[in-house]
């Protein structure tokens, strides 16, 4: 029942690198719960409408994904500022559950504008690139999740950067510690939420052309991402992203692994198990404040 | 001293809802003065200072800023024309270090490009601040939380600074440093208006001072005045 090390080392890593893809799925959905305490149920869509949006550029004009992210994410960061400030805000001034609802109907629109437009055939994002394959230390690893993880980092380190060092940054984590305090300060928090959710979309986005270029899609893979986000937040807590990077390698890990040792079946049942297990043990996450 | 008003509130009312809390109140500010609003708990003098910030609305009266006409304006804008509020409880950001804490005070435009001047004042005035200027504000005493939010304050470079209950819950020597402070914030043309319980030691740092109690304003005149007026402070106060 032993397995060698060598055995493992293809799960782990997959888990590893799967992890930083999962990170950045759950990158914008723990910003905005972060800062606006807001849960939308409809980011795993955002995500695959980044997939979508990218595979209509793919097959209409032969446009490379991440090429195409240059016109999906002003695109989704305009939509995304123009949603909260006119939508979500209001309804965070009615009440609690006015915006959650409000996402639960996007996330309907969204599916079924999905499988509308594309119909419900299982869609992927295929190019040049998509079978590259390295050796690297006798595992055969895949070019496309070596470029999820590195491009998750990435992303995670500029979006820490900017929420720590520029004012618009600071102002939107002061507007998640205390929202009097903030307008106290000059803040629009209204604004601030504005600009959280825009940055929430184009990291949706992003996550989309990555998932769309890692895994098949289609009309209804919203919610599976969207129970991979809530997985990795509660895993790697709030507020943190080594803690999200962590939670989202956990997550993956926690598949792969048990992909291993009970078939593919069984791989996200255990992941789930293990979001359970951290809920009772440690519920603010390993990093949570 | 100026005679002209920085601050001035006319004949507000304000309610929560269908619940009326101020009757009529009126208050002046001069450029240059300290003044001091007096009342007991659910008096009404935080609910004045909200309605000053802009987090209330007047459902009768005006709230004049330098003669331009704010009651209607949202909190940030009201910051934004020079009016600075240490609120009640500091209500520092807990989750964010001391100088950052500080560099959000200065996010008004016209503060930011005198940020690195106006830290280095600060960290003179409150040293301890200087000393734990990368801790999280959250581990910081009341006391030094207090000298954070005030600071925080004087990083917008405001006309005016609005103090809510600064000495609730402090031991007496740092609330004696807390008014030594804002005697040196007066000298540098910071107009103050602080809102406190403690009616005697009030009466002795303020120039002029309002009683407010059940939402009305009951008495009002110069600090010296009011301190003689022995008997009518056990009548309002017990004390």
């Not at chain 1, 295929?126 to 993880?149: C, E, K, V």
């Not at chain 2, 802009?54 to 949202?74: D, Q």
């Not at chain 2, 740092?174 to 000298?187: F, G, K, M, P």
Request: hydrophobic share 50%; proline share 3%.
């Amino acid at each position: 029942m032993i397995e060698s090390l060598s055995d493992l080392a293809m799960p782990i890593t997959a888990g590893i690198l799967l992890g930083g893809l999962y990170a950045v799925v759950a990158l914008g959905f723990s910003l905005v719960f972060g800062v606006m305490k807001l849960i939308n149920v409809a980011h795993g869509d955002f995500v695959i409408l980044g997939s979508y949006l990218a595979f209509a550029a793919l097959t209409g004009i032969d446009l490379d994904p991440f090429l195409s992210l240059v016109f999906i994410l002003p695109l989704v960061l305009v939509i995304g500022f123009l949603v909260q400030k006119y939508l979500l805000n209001r309804a965070m001034a009615i009440s609690a559950d006015a915006p959650v609802i409000i996402c639960l109907g996007f996330s309907l629109m969204l599916a079924n504008m999905f499988q509308m437009i594309w119909s419900p055939l299982s869609r992927g994002l295929t190019t040049s690139y998509s079978l590259t394959s390295y050796n690297i230390g006798g595992l055969a690893i895949q070019l496309i999740y070596l470029l999820d993880l590195i491009i998750a980092l990435a992303v995670m380190l500029a979006l820490r950067e900017f929420l720590r060092r520029t004012y618009l940054g600071k102002a939107i984590v002061a507007a998640s510690q205390d929202r009097t305090a903030a307008e106290m300060m000059g803040i629009n928090t209204n604004k601030m939420y504005a600009y959280a959710f825009a940055i929430a979309m184009a990291c949706a986005a992003l996550a989309g052309v990555l998932v769309g270029l890692t895994f098949p899609f289609s009309p209804t893979s919203g919610v599976p991402f969207l129970i991979i986000a809530f997985g990795v937040v509660i895993l790697g807590g709030l507020g943190s992203m080594v803690g999200t990077l962590i939670g989202g390698i956990v997550f993956g890990l926690a598949q792969t692994l048990g992909g291993f040792y009970f078939g593919v079946a069984a791989q996200m049942f255990v992941a789930y198990v293990m979001v359970l297990v951290i809920l009772g043990i440690r519920p603010q996450g390993i990093f949570g404040r | 001293m100026s005679e002209e008003s920085l601050l001035k509130v006319n004949h507000v009312d304000v309610f929560y809802g269908s619940l009326q809390v101020l009757w009529d109140v009126s208050l002046t500010v001069r450029a240059g003065e300290i003044v001091a609003l007096i009342g007991s708990n659910s008096s009404g003098k935080s609910t004045l200072l909200r309605t000053i910030s802009g987090f209330l609305r007047p459902s009768n009266g005006n709230i004049e800023f330098k003669g331009k006409r704010i009651e209607a304006m949202n909190p940030y804008q009201i910051v934004a024309l020079g009016i600075s509020q240490v609120p009640e409880g500091r209500r520092i950001f807990p989750d964010m270090t001391v100088s950052d804490n500080l560099v959000i005070g200065s996010y008004n435009h016209g503060a930011r490009s005198k940020r690195e001047g106006n830290l280095k004042d600060v960290y003179m005035r409150f040293p301890i601040l200087g000393l734990r200027r990368n801790q999280l504000a959250k581990t910081l005493s009341g006391g030094e939380q207090q000298m954070l939010a005030i600071g925080r304050g004087l990083m917008g470079e405001p006309k005016i600074m609005l103090l809510d209950e600064m000495s609730l819950g402090l031991a007496p020597l740092i609330v004696d440093e807390l008014y030594r402070t804002l005697r040196e914030i007066r000298e540098r043309g910071i107009t103050i208006l602080f809102v406190e319980q403690n009616a005697r030691r009030s009466l002795k740092e303020a120039d002029r001072a309002y009683i407010i109690k059940s939402g009305r304003i009951v008495l009002s005149g110069r600090a010296a005045e009011l301190r003689e007026e022995d008997e009518i402070q056990k009548a309002y106060f017990g004390v």
